[in-house]
């Protein structure tokens, strides 16, 4: 069992979800969830990968075909089968 000392903070937790459409996900947790965009990439037009947040919540979306070329080992992973997650936290000396 892995025991984390209490001293070591987790700050924040950033999911970067695989989806299909960058531009409509953006558009749903804007428009629908009021989620503010703060970045996507290219910075215009068609995006490959977005970043939304409210309040201390943030979520990434990649788009699919760019994140299983970014990470091989999801090249079998259907929409929804593959994320990964950005850890936050203090002490990080600590923790390793």
């Known amino acids: 069992m892995l025991y984390l000392d209490m001293a070591i903070e987790m700050k924040s937790l950033s999911p970067n979800l695989m989806v299909n459409d960058i531009n409509k996900t953006l558009q ?3 428009e629908v969830l009021g989620f503010t965009q703060i970045a996507a990439v ?3 037009g068609r995006f490959v990968w977005g970043m939304v947040k409210s309040g ?3 979520f990434m979306f990649q788009q699919t075909d760019s ?3 970014e990470y091989p ?3 079998n992973f259907e ?3 593959g ?5 936050s936290v ?3 000396q600590q923790l390793f």
């Not at 994320?83 to 850890?87: A, C, G, K, V």
């Open 73 to 75: 080992s999801l090249q």
């Open 90 to 92: 203090s002490n990080l």
């Open 56 to 58: 201390t919540i943030i």
């Open 42 to 44: 290219p910075e215009s």
């Open 67 to 69: 994140i299983k070329e």
């Open 79 to 81: 929409r929804g089968g």
């Open 83 to 87: 994320l990964s997650f950005y850890i």
């Open 28 to 30: 749903f947790y804007t």
